[in-house]
């Protein structure tokens, strides 16, 4: 599973999950904790072996 960052809104503390077994996107929701550190993870220099878009590749 990869994460993007257009998947994830951390004003509304969401993240979404738009390709699901049974076809429904999955909207889930963010503790306070995990929107913190995602926020951190968006504020750092690129990792370059990574495209951008990605939180994290699967």
Do not use: H, Y
């Not at 503390?13 to 963010?30: D, M």
Request: hydrophobic letters at 45%; glycine letters at 6%; zero cysteines.
């Amino acid at each position: 599973m990869a994460l993007r960052w257009r998947d994830v809104d951390l004003k509304q503390r969401t993240v979404t999950v738009a390709k699901t077994k049974n076809g429904q996107p999955l909207i889930g929701a963010l503790s306070a904790r995990a929107a913190s550190e995602l926020a951190k993870l968006a504020g750092q220099e690129p990792d370059l072996r990574f495209p951008r878009n990605f939180v994290f590749q699967g």
